[in-house]
């Protein structure tokens, strides 16, 4: 199974700063990333697609870049709304598998 | 727009079954692929497994030998039916439209395994 390690577990921001989150691969696995935002008591939600596909309907201010096995999840001047815990998943081979999460906080 | 909604009991004995519904509305569960996903305490998530549009199915290894996908046409939904289950099994359950990613999905329902 591919191994998605995420860091940091939890990352402390005040609002309006930019922040990047990492999701790293145990194996290359081209383009085949996917970020969710999860908030409390909700589903999660889709925010960025093959790396740095964007979704609609989601603020420009979430970006994504990476390949081969390492990846980041940009948001740039972050709003109270965005915090919540993001995931990363892969597509490369089954099972599909997700990172273990980053928890982005107030600081 | 696509919904999806799971139902389900939310309390299962160890040892016994474990079958949950999700009903799939404004889009036909014979296109694209439908799937199940949970989130663990603690946030781990796990993808478990997805039927396709032809009625294919792909189960997650960890699984395989205690899991069951299938659907019903006629009523635009698909189950889940996790068997000899135990309190690791204790999540909140997720079903899904799949593709590549996962793009729409239900509110989740969550299941406690306990006697």
């Known amino acids: 199974d591919i191994v998605l390690t995420q860091s940091p577990a939890t990352l402390s921001v005040t609002p309006g700063e930019s922040v990047s989150l990492s999701c790293r691969a145990s194996?290359?696995?081209?383009?085949?990333i996917h970020w969710y935002q999860q908030k409390s008591n909700e589903s999660p939600r889709l925010l960025i697609k093959?790396?740095?596909q964007s979704i609609s309907g989601i603020p420009s201010r979430f970006s994504g870049s990476g390949s081969g096995t390492d990846f980041t999840l940009s948001i740039n001047r972050v709003e109270s709304e965005d915090f919540s815990v993001y995931y990363c998943?892969?597509?490369?081979?089954?099972?599909?598998?997700f990172g273990s999460g980053t928890k982005l906080e107030i600081k | 727009e696509v919904q999806l909604q799971e139902s389900g009991p939310g309390l299962v004995k160890p040892s016994q079954s474990l079958s949950l519904t999700c009903s799939v509305t404004?889009?036909?569960?014979?296109?694209?692929?439908w799937g199940w996903i949970r989130k663990f305490p603690g946030n781990k998530m796990e993808w478990m497994g997805y039927?396709?549009?032809?009625?294919?199915?792909s189960y997650n290894p960890s699984l395989k030998s205690r899991i069951s996908i299938t659907r019903d046409t006629s009523k635009n939904q698909f189950f889940l039916q996790l068997n000899s289950v135990t309190t690791e099994d204790t999540a909140t359950y997720y079903c899904?439209?799949?593709?590549?990613?996962?793009?729409?999905w239900g509110q989740g329902v969550m299941v406690t395994v306990s006697s």
């Open positions: 194996q290359g696995i081209s383009t085949s």
């Open positions: 093959f790396a740095s």
């Open positions: 404004g889009y036909s569960i014979t296109s694209n692929y």
């Open positions: 039927i396709s549009y032809s009625g294919s199915t």
């Open positions: 998943q892969q597509s490369y081979s089954l099972p599909l598998t």
């Open positions: 899904a439209r799949f593709g590549s990613y996962m793009d729409y």
